[in-house]
């Protein structure tokens, strides 16, 4: 399956990509019955709003109260050259569920470069990609990024049963080697539960969601 440079989330969560904290710990739990990866809401333009996080509105800043300032920083520069930046949480309990949470920050290329020039020298990471610490003096304008997209990966296993009465049917069923990506193009959500019963749960803007279907591919052999 060949994936987009717009989105490495999920590898990050797979691979155990290190990154440094940027905050103190302090999170709010959750209120009852709130902040579960079904309750997906969207606007007029298809933009999908979970876990109180509205997709290109709510900045980074804005979360920290609730999920805590515990959170990590992965500055990646990819082997297209393209960049990313994530904020990412190893442990948070939302909802009453524990799992792992990134955050994709927006930022243009040439700020992400420049952030790069400042971090100094990167490591490469499994993926192909580097990965650079960034520099503090650009913390303040990292919080205040919006947040384009979010990875979720709960500890909990979702069976196919609850994907289906708690998502629904999805729109389509794409396999990869080591599971089935369930598709929700009306929520812009990839469902991928894996073989293993772990799930990976990615909401991504609309465009970047169109983006990334238009560039799957198979896996050798179908």
Avoid: C
């Avoid at 399956?1 to 905050?23: K, S």
């Avoid at 333009?45 to 999920?67: C, K, M, S, W």
């Avoid at 040439?110 to 993926?127: H, Q, W």
């Avoid at 196919?160 to 929700?184: C, M, N, Q, T």
């Amino acid at each position: 399956m060949r994936r987009p440079g717009l989105w490495i989330g999920a590898a990050a969560l797979v691979l155990g990509v290190l990154t440094v904290p940027l905050f103190a710990p302090g999170s709010k739990p959750s209120v009852p019955g709130t902040d579960l990866p079904w309750q997906v809401e969207t606007d007029a333009h298809g933009v999908p709003a979970v876990f109180g996080i509205r997709l290109g509105e709510t900045r980074l800043q804005d979360v920290l109260p609730r999920l805590g300032r515990s959170v990590e920083l992965g500055l990646f520069r990819q082997a297209d050259g393209r960049s990313v930046l994530e904020a990412y949480y190893r442990e948070i309990e939302l909802g009453g569920l524990t799992t792992k949470l990134i955050l994709r920050l927006g930022a243009g290329q040439e700020a992400l470069d420049a952030m790069i020039a400042r971090a100094g020298k990167g490591d490469p990471t499994p993926s192909g990609s580097m990965q650079y610490i960034p520099a503090s003096t650009d913390d303040h304008a990292i919080i205040a990024l919006p947040i384009i997209g979010l990875t979720y990966s709960p500890l909990v296993r979702l069976d196919e049963d609850v994907i289906r009465s708690r998502f629904g049917e999805p729109a389509e069923k794409l396999a990869e080697k080591d599971g089935v990506h369930w598709l929700y193009p009306a929520r812009s959500l990839d469902l991928f539960r894996q073989d293993n019963g772990k799930s990976i749960l990615t909401y991504l803007l609309p465009a970047d969601y169109a983006q990334w279907r238009a560039q799957y591919r198979p896996p050798s052999g179908q």
